[in-house]
T-cell receptor, first 114, second 111 residues
Framework: EAEVAQSPRYKITEKSQAVAFWCDPI?????LYWYRQILGQGPELLVQ????????DSQLPKDRFSAERLKGVDSTLKIQPAELGDSAMYLC????????????FGPGTRLLVL | KQEVTQIPAALSVPEGENLVLNCSFT??????LQWFRQDPGKGLTSLLL?????REQTSGRLNASLDKSSGRSTLYIAASQPGDSATYLC??????????FGPGTRLSVLP
């Protein structure tokens, strides 16, 4: 069964360093989502792509976070500089098309900022 | 702005018991609602997706119902098993909007 791939699974970094996360959605899925999940809370959407275009990045802290999906396939989420409050699980999800579609989630990247 | 709550925050039951998890939302003009399962330190697994025109969806021992007028959804788990232990999240989507997740209910099924 096709799955959403994410790497790395775990990342420990120091405050003010740069970090990057990678996501490869299920083949053929046009829509890709990045979420941030703080321990004990539900995921919050950071950015949504439709193919290579950003559809929604209203909750993305643009002073330090950036995301790209250059060829409309895999995607990278970057944080620079990392802050202590960025410690969280970063989840990637994809769906085939529009809002009626189920989202399929990857295993996530656990980030710890020291 | 849509707000989603889930009660209880945690639940512990003996194996074999039937149980109900609750999800409430403030804006009833939803497009669909989805229930997810999350194992510790893992991603989310989709369980059931209910469109706004539907009243319930069933998959195996799971049944999810939707009452838009009261802003509620319930997830019913029949004959619970230790393998059902996980956090269960509901997510609500309004028209033209993305999912808003609840905080989840942490379920422990004791052997």
């Amino acid at each position: 069964e096709a799955e959403v791939a994410q790497s790395p699974r775990y990342k420990i970094t120091e405050k003010s360093q740069a970090v990057a996360f990678w996501c490869d959605p299920i083949s053929g899925h046009a829509t890709l989502y990045w979420y941030r999940q703080i321990l004990g809370q539900g995921p919050e959407l950071l950015v949504q792509f439709q193919d290579e275009s950003v559809v929604d990045d209203s909750q993305l802290p643009k002073d330090r976070f950036s995301a790209e999906r250059l060829k409309g396939v895999d995607s990278t989420l970057k944080i620079q500089p990392a802050e202590l409050g960025d410690s969280a699980m970063y989840l990637c999800a994809s769906s085939f098309g529009g809002f009626q579609e189920t989202q399929y989630f990857g295993p996530g990247t656990r980030l710890l900022v020291l | 702005k849509q707000e989603v709550t889930q009660i209880p925050a945690a639940l512990s039951v003996p194996e074999g018991e039937n149980l109900v998890l609750n999800c409430s939302f403030t804006d009833s003009a939803i497009y669909n609602l989805q229930w997810f399962r999350q194992d510790p330190g893992k991603g989310l697994t989709s369980l059931l997706l209910i469109q706004s025109s539907q009243r319930e969806q069933t998959s195996g021992r799971l049944n999810a119902s939707l009452d838009k007028s009261s802003g509620r959804s319930t997830l019913y788990i029949a004959a619970s098993q230790p393998g059902d232990s996980a956090t269960y999240l509901c997510a609500v989507r309004n028209y033209g909007q993305n999912f808003v997740f609840g905080p989840g209910t942490r379920l422990s099924v004791l052997p």
